[in-house]
């Protein structure tokens, strides 16, 4: 494992246990979409059934119980203790066609014609675009808290990382391609680009995260 896919499995990680923080601290999910956190455990539910079936290394298995755990909890938080805080309305992004999407593209473009690299394939694809409701939703009020923005800035800051992970073993790796990841993983890059912007110019000038009229 290189440095950049550490870093990137460390932000990860961190994003997972601000948000976690954020909810329990605050007692409240509001400006939290829950279909996004929804999306991200039907990710991890994809793309880990092989849990049960291989075993790469502790680090793996440690790392895929932790986010399918998570998931889980933050999904059962938002649907469970801090429901009544939920805003439903603002939390209206059509995520079937993002499932629908991810489902044609897993059939048509697989990693292999077997049941795991088909549902593995599909968690790829789901996952880049996993995000467009909680960025909707953003855009929908205009402004988030500023944990909220570390959140968010976490998640895309992990997936940028892959692709500097991506080009590192590129060069240093004999054979090295995952071409459904890489495509992934830059479409899910871009979709973070607005927001980029505005956490460097506002949020890290203790500004409120807020989009420009």
């Known amino acids: 494992m290189n440095i950049f ?6 932000l990860h990680l961190g994003s997972i246990f601000i948000l976690i923080a954020r909810l329990n601290q605050s007692k409240s999910c509001s400006g939290i979409s829950l279909k996004t956190q929804a999306l991200y455990l039907l990710v991890f539910v994809a793309r880990y059934l092989d849990l049960f ?9 440690l790392m895929k119980i932790f986010f399918l755990a998570s998931a889980g909890y933050i999904v059962y938080l938002m649907t469970g203790p801090l429901k009544p805080t939920y805003e439903k309305s603002l939390d209206s992004f059509r995520v079937e066609f993002l499932v ?9 473009f697989p990693h ?3 049941i795991l690299e088909v549902l593995w394939s599909f968690s790829i694809y789901l996952e880049s675009v996993a995000i467009m409701p909680q960025l909707f ?4 009020t205009g402004e988030a808290d ?3 923005s570390h959140y968010v800035f976490a998640l895309g800051g992990y997936r ?4 500097i992970n991506w080009i590192y073993r590129y060069y240093t790796e004999d054979n090295y391609s995952d071409y459904i990841a890489w495509v992934s ?3 899910q890059t871009v979709l973070y680009a607005d927001f980029f912007y505005i956490y460097f110019t506002r949020v890290l000038k203790g500004k409120v995260f807020k989009l420009p009229v």
């Open 112 to 114: 292999k014609y077997t």
């Open 137 to 140: 939703q953003m855009t929908r």
């Open 100 to 108: 629908g999407g991810a489902a044609i593209f897993a059939l048509a």
């Open 53 to 61: 079936f291989s075993f790469v290394s502790v680090y793996n298995t």
């Open 5 to 10: 896919r550490l870093v990137a499995d460390l």
């Open 146 to 148: 500023n944990i909220t």
């Open 185 to 187: 993983g830059v479409v």
């Open 160 to 163: 940028a990382l892959y692709i």
